[in-house]
């Protein structure tokens, strides 16, 4: 049989799902989901991952398991094609990461660039806990549990798989062909690789200030992109503006689509037309923010009122996961009886090994 085409991913429970999560990843699971290209999909929210970091604070993860339930279910994500889990509820994961821990040393940890700009980011030094140091280790048991082939995420989380392939190869040298080894999908689009906050901050993010959520009211959606960060020299209509860092024209081409400008503005052809004209002078900036606005509210209009929906039966959403945790774990199972058999660690089940040392023994 061919080897099948699985994808994986997940998110960390710590929020709300912005448009930065939309485009750098969420808008393409859902394609990818309903491609029919793939054999299967898991999606799982990383509340485990969530606490390596938020040790203290439980009730936030918890409250944000079910709003990166309802943000997905409103994207399009689909639970009779995706398995959507909990990463906790999958105990199989600890195991595999224990095991994991052999084949992988501190310096290589401490060498990942995600995991040393969040040691950064969050003072931690030394006294970094280790579950937060070690994560990449339980990324990639994430992964592998499910044989994933394509992990569609951010490019924030190239080190992360980079590091599980790594173990996937080092632990088929040691026991044998067993994990499949994953590769990155990547937005195809450069502006949907890392999309700023509405100051232009080069990161969206809660802390900032500087998201704009799936969950967001129309009103503030309005809002948000009225004061949003542009071209601070482009003072005057007349003026000539600058594209480059101007986050509105980041946006657009996040968002835009040729049908948008015969639909809210049929000034330009495109995109290319509308820059070109903001470049050259004679274009303000509330006119831009005003196209972006209706491009936005087509593209949310929508998730609002799927989440409302949903919002409106959380046993539903709970058990829906609770069904996802059944499958994820069934197939993590499978994974883990292969693990230890490579590692001879399956001391009950495997008759003829016993046959064998029963013979070595009675040669003796
Ligand atoms: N680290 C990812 C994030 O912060 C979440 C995550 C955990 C993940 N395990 C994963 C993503 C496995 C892809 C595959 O968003």
């Known amino acids: 049989m061919a080897k099948e085409k699985i994808i994986l991913t997940g998110d960390r429970p710590t929020g709300r799902l ?3 999560h939309y485009v750098g990843s969420l808008r393409r699971r859902v394609e990818l989901q309903n491609s029919g290209l793939y054999d299967k999909t898991f999606i799982f929210i990383a509340d485990a991952q969530a606490l390596t970091d938020n040790m203290d604070n439980p009730e936030k993860v918890r409250q944000n398991v079910i709003e990166v339930a309802l943000d997905y279910l409103a994207c399009g994500l689909d639970p009779t094609k995706s ?3 909990i990463q906790s509820q999958i105990p199989e994961l600890c195991e595999l990461s224990f095991y994991y821990m052999d084949l992988v040393t501190v310096s ?23 579950g937060f140091f070690t994560y990449p280790i339980s990324q990639a048991a994430d992964i592998t549990a499910f044989k994933a082939t394509t992990v569609p995420v951010g490019e924030d989380q190239e080190p992360m798989i980079e590091q599980a392939r790594e173990i996937v190869r080092r632990f088929n040298h040691i026991y044998g062909e067993t994990l499949v080894e994953p590769e990155i999908l990547l937005p195809d689009n450069a502006a949907c690789l890392r999309l700023p906050g509405t100051d232009g901050k080069a990161k969206m993010s809660k802390s900032l200030g500087n ?3 799936l969950s967001d009211s129309a009103d503030e959606v309005t809002k948000k992109i009225k004061s949003m960060y542009t071209d601070p020299n482009h003072i005057r209509v007349e003026d000539p503006g600058q594209i480059e860092g101007n986050t509105v024209f980041t946006y657009l ?6 049908e948008h400008f015969d639909r809210y503005w049929n000034d330009y052809a495109n995109l290319a037309e509308l820059k070109a004209h903001y470049q050259r002078g004679g274009l303000g900036d509330m006119k831009v923010k005003k196209f972006l606005t209706a491009i936005m509210q ?28 059944e499958v994820a774990r069934e197939q993590a199972a499978q994974t883990l009886d292969e693990v230890r058999r490579a ?16 013979r070595k023994f009675k040669a003796e």
């Open 211 to 213: 998201c704009i959520y």
């Open 343 to 358: 590692m001879k660690i399956n001391y009950f089940d495997d008759a003829e090994l016993i046959a064998e040392q029963a």
């Open 253 to 258: 081409d996040a968002f835009c689509r040729p």
């Open 108 to 130: 290589r940890l401490q060498r990942n660039p995600t995991v040393k700009t969040e040691i950064q980011m969050r003072n931690f030094e030394t006294s970094i806990p280790v």
């Open 18 to 20: 912005h448009i930065g």
């Open 298 to 325: 087509e593209e949310l209009e929508p998730i609002r009122t799927r989440r409302k929906e949903f919002e409106q039966d959380i046993p539903a959403i709970y058990d829906m996961l609770k069904k996802g945790c």
């Open 83 to 85: 398995t959507i889990f």
